[in-house]
């Protein structure tokens, strides 16, 4: 049965009623954590409750594995944690599901096992017994097809999540072991000559495209893959990506944002270039237009990081408020906004304790526009909603205007003030439609900011005073500082005190390391940030996706890759650094895999611009092209001989 379709309301609603219930003996999770606001819940059991409280059905976590509900999670953004995770090390096993005559793939899934043995080869009993938790169990069925029935055809049935190390049965050379299963709702064909090798019960998968199609059906192609990736920015709070040209250090660090939870309203991206500077970053003065369109001054405006931050320390706050406050703050919201829009289209007229009359013109995200006719020397004034917001949540009696100036410990009143204190006091008259039962909670969400060619900008032109912040030993209040702007900051604002970066803020920086300004990544930098090399074979799947690689052309891809930069690597005035990823490699789709195309309106520009002024003779350039080519060559070869 497919998991139901859930709200995150009902989830919402199911986390609180664990937090109050607990978790029964047996619904644990052996796998996976669902981790919410650092709390960490059995994904399968949230499911069901969530299932219980909306339609009243019985609290049954049978229905599904754990691997589809942390797959069900994970698409909607939420964190898992992996108990077992699938490291590079992991085995993949391709493994037969026929034993005495009956196919037994349905008794496996339904019952999540696998078990097998008696076979008379002693290689495949070897790998039965090596089996362990951890692993990847992919079946199979192999037969033939085509002339003569030539042509090796694997079929792909399920795949599976080994829950357990093997273990031998009471039957003599009889092995099981515990494995959540995906079904696949239409069986996988692969065919080819590599398929023929697997016709027993258990071997090891050495093919990099059923690999990649296992990972994306147990739902790993993102979390897994980039698990170390992961612990490292959650360590560090700052990383960079470096390495050769064209590894894909961009795509990765939004990969690692993903696998972070974080979903697109989480995510910030910039690209640093020279004439990058604070103003865009952190905050700058720019021109201030009127209601006529035309500049009348200068105001504050926050940069990119600054705003992202904001957004960032709100849900850190939100996240440690009650239900009730929450829920009361949502009311208050909804009742400011509704009063508030109804004034304008009405026209409705407000009048302050003196008399005079004014209107509500209109709404900005924070401030409301009001005129006052009878005012000749201010008759258009902007009340600030914050303001009106903290006052109707507050418990203190507001009885007249000057107890506005006093809330707020002002000096002196303000002429606005009495506008607020009209507006409060209607406001505040009205029914209160508070649903006391509804529940409201807010995750605790992590925020990735990316910063692309973070080398090609001037680090102390654009952090300037953020640089001490931004160390992962001063996240939070603790790092707070005063920006060059800190008197024009709004005293209502979220860093109107000084401004800091939230302990749920991490930052992950790519630089190519051939570019010339890369001597600008100082010993300061190396402080604050975590630099991890990128190396072109560390990248290799990109060329194996199962949906964005290169399908068939991708072993011969990498063949001619790694070729080419072994060559690289051992040609005088080069090195790694100049390795060509596989970014390069990807553009073979534009040319329906025509590698001399690549070459020529790709590959071979970048190396005679590596090689320029030390490859005179030209030389160099013949190395790295017959290198680049030699796989072609070879395989030329291998057909005539097989002829």
């Given at each position: 049965?497919?998991?139901?379709?859930l709200?995150r309301?009902n989830?919402?609603?199911?986390?609180?009623?664990?937090?109050?219930?607990?978790?029964?003996?047996?619904?644990?999770?052996?796998?996976?954590?669902?981790?919410?606001?650092?709390?960490?819940y059995?994904?399968?059991?949230?499911?069901?409750?969530?299932?219980?409280?909306?339609d009243?059905?019985?609290?049954?976590?049978?229905?599904?594995?754990?691997?589809?509900?942390?797959?069900?999670?994970?698409?909607?953004?939420?964190e898992?944690?992996?108990?077992?995770?699938?490291?590079?090390?992991?085995?993949?096993?391709?493994?037969g599901?026929?034993?005495?005559?009956?196919?037994?793939?349905?008794?496996?899934?339904?019952?999540?096992?696998w078990?097998g043995?008696?076979?008379?080869?002693?290689?495949?009993?070897?790998?039965?017994?090596?089996?362990?938790?951890?692993d990847?169990l992919?079946?199979?069925?192999?037969?033939?097809?085509?002339?003569?029935?030539?042509?090796p055809l694997?079929?792909?049935?399920?795949?599976?999540?080994?829950?357990?190390?093997?273990?031998?049965?009471?039957?003599?050379?009889?092995?099981?072991?515990?494995?959540?299963?995906?079904?696949?709702?239409?069986?996988?064909?692969?065919?080819?000559?590599?398929?023929?090798?697997?016709?027993?019960?258990?071997?090891?998968?050495?093919?990099?495209?059923?690999?990649?199609?296992?990972?994306?059906?147990?739902?790993?192609?993102?979390?897994?893959?980039?698990?170390?990736?992961?612990?490292?920015?959650?360590a560090?709070h700052?990383?960079?990506?470096?390495?050769?040209p064209?590894?894909?250090?961009?795509?990765?660090?939004?990969?690692?944002?993903?696998?972070?939870?974080?979903?697109?309203d989480e995510?910030?991206?910039?690209?640093?270039?020279?004439?990058?500077?604070?103003?865009?970053?952190?905050?700058?003065?720019?021109?201030?237009?009127?209601?006529?369109?035309?500049?009348?001054?200068?105001?504050?405006?926050?940069?990119?990081?600054k705003?992202?931050?904001?957004?960032?320390?709100?849900?850190?706050?939100?996240?440690?408020?009650?239900?009730?406050?929450?829920?009361?703050?949502?009311?208050?919201?909804?009742?400011?906004?509704?009063?508030?829009?109804?004034?304008?289209?009405?026209?409705?007229?407000?009048?302050?304790?003196?008399?005079?009359?004014?209107?509500?013109?209109?709404?900005?995200?924070?401030?409301?526009?009001?005129?006052?006719?009878?005012?000749?020397k201010?008759?258009?004034?902007?009340?600030?909603?914050s303001?009106?917001?903290?006052?109707?949540?507050s418990?203190?009696?507001?009885?007249?205007?000057?107890?506005?100036?006093?809330f707020?410990?002002?000096?002196?009143?303000?002429?606005e003030?009495?506008?607020?204190?009209?507006?409060?006091?209607?406001?505040?008259?009205?029914?209160?439609?508070?649903n006391?039962?509804?529940?409201?909670?807010?995750?605790?969400?992590?925020?990735?900011?990316?910063?692309?060619?973070?080398?090609?900008?001037?680090?102390?032109?654009?952090?300037?005073?953020?640089?001490?912040?931004?160390?992962?030993?001063?996240r939070?209040?603790?790092?707070?500082?005063?920006?060059?702007y800190?008197?024009?900051?709004?005293e209502?604002?979220?860093?109107?005190?000084?401004?800091?970066v939230p302990?749920?803020?991490?930052?992950?920086g790519?630089?190519?390391?051939?570019?010339?300004?890369?001597?600008?990544?100082?010993f300061?930098?190396?402080?604050?940030?975590?630099?991890?090399?990128?190396?072109?074979?560390?990248?290799?799947?990109?060329?194996?996706d199962?949906?964005?690689?290169?399908?068939?052309?991708?072993?011969?891809?990498?063949?001619?890759?790694?070729?080419?930069?072994?060559?690289?690597?051992?040609?005088?005035?080069?090195?790694?650094?100049?390795?060509?990823?596989?970014?390069?490699?990807?553009?073979?789709?534009?040319?329906?895999?025509?590698?001399?195309?690549?070459?020529?309106?790709h590959?071979?520009?970048?190396?005679?611009?590596?090689?320029?002024?030390?490859?005179?003779?030209?030389?160099?350039?013949?190395?790295?092209?017959?290198?680049?080519?030699?796989?072609?060559?070879?395989?030329?070869?291998?057909?005539?001989?097989?002829?």
């Amino acid at each position: 049965m497919a998991i139901p379709e859930l709200s995150r309301e009902n989830i919402n609603q199911a986390l609180l009623y664990i937090d109050e219930n607990g978790v029964p003996p047996g619904y644990g999770s052996k796998a996976y954590d669902l981790i919410v606001n650092g709390k960490k819940y059995p994904p399968k059991y949230v499911v069901a409750v969530a299932r219980h409280l909306k339609d009243g059905a019985a609290i049954d976590t049978s229905d599904y594995n754990g691997v589809e509900a942390k797959n069900y999670f994970k698409a909607r953004g939420y964190e898992i944690f992996v108990k077992k995770e699938i490291l590079p090390e992991t085995n993949y096993w391709l493994t037969g599901t026929f034993f005495n005559k009956k196919d037994m793939i349905d008794d496996f899934v339904a019952d999540s096992y696998w078990e097998g043995g008696q076979v008379n080869s002693s290689a495949i009993m070897t790998s039965i017994k090596s089996v362990k938790k951890g692993d990847v169990l992919i079946a199979k069925s192999t037969t033939t097809k085509g002339p003569n029935h030539s042509i090796p055809l694997l079929k792909v049935k399920a795949v599976g999540l080994v829950m357990s190390d093997m273990w031998q049965t009471e039957e003599p050379n009889w092995y099981k072991c515990d494995v959540e299963w995906i079904k696949l709702p239409e069986y996988k064909d692969y065919e080819g000559t590599a398929y023929g090798k697997y016709l027993g019960t258990m071997h090891l998968c050495k093919e990099q495209n059923l690999i990649g199609f296992a990972k994306k059906v147990l739902g790993i192609t993102v979390i897994d893959d980039c698990s170390s990736y992961v612990n490292l920015l959650k360590a560090n709070h700052n990383i960079i990506l470096h390495g050769a040209p064209g590894t894909g250090k961009t795509y990765l660090a939004k990969k690692i944002a993903k696998a972070m939870g974080c979903g697109d309203d989480e995510i910030g991206f910039v690209q640093f270039h020279q004439s990058y500077d604070y103003t865009d970053f952190v905050e700058g003065l720019r021109p201030a237009k009127n209601h006529e369109d035309k500049v009348s001054g200068f105001e504050l405006k926050k940069g990119v990081f600054k705003n992202f931050c904001e957004q960032a320390e709100k849900n850190w706050v939100d996240s440690k408020k009650t239900s009730n406050e929450l829920q009361r703050e949502k009311s208050v919201d909804e009742r400011i906004e509704t009063f508030l829009n109804e004034a304008v289209d009405s026209k409705k007229e407000f009048e302050i304790a003196t008399g005079n009359k004014f209107y509500v013109e209109n709404l900005t995200e924070n401030f409301i526009e009001v005129s006052v006719p009878a005012n000749e020397k201010s008759n258009e004034l902007n009340l600030k909603i914050s303001e009106l917001k903290q006052l109707l949540l507050s418990d203190k009696e507001i009885i007249k205007g000057k107890d506005v100036r006093e809330f707020f410990s002002r000096k002196r009143r303000l002429q606005e003030d009495s506008y607020i204190f009209a507006l409060y006091q209607q406001l505040k008259s009205l029914d209160d439609k508070n649903n006391q039962d509804e529940k409201i909670k807010v995750d605790l969400k992590k925020y990735v900011f990316i910063i692309d060619e973070i080398n090609r900008g001037e680090i102390s032109k654009i952090f300037g005073e953020l640089f001490f912040s931004i160390d992962p030993g001063y996240r939070g209040e603790k790092g707070r500082i005063k920006t060059q702007y800190q008197n024009l900051v709004d005293e209502d604002e979220v860093f109107a005190k000084g401004f800091f970066v939230p302990e749920n803020v991490y930052i992950i920086g790519t630089m190519n390391d051939i570019d010339r300004s890369v001597e600008s990544m100082d010993f300061a930098m190396h402080r604050r940030f975590a630099f991890k090399e990128i190396k072109a074979d560390d990248r290799i799947e990109m060329l194996t996706d199962t949906e964005k690689g290169l399908g068939e052309n991708a072993e011969e891809a990498i063949k001619r890759m790694q070729s080419l930069n072994k060559a690289i690597e051992t040609t005088e005035g080069l090195s790694s650094a100049y390795d060509v990823g596989p970014a390069y490699f990807l553009k073979l789709k534009n040319y329906d895999g025509d590698f001399q195309q690549l070459w020529d309106y790709h590959i071979e520009g970048v190396l005679r611009e590596y090689l320029r002024g030390i490859d005179d003779d030209g030389k160099k350039y013949e190395k790295l092209k017959n290198a680049y080519f030699i796989a072609e060559l070879k395989e030329e070869k291998a057909g005539k001989t097989e002829e």
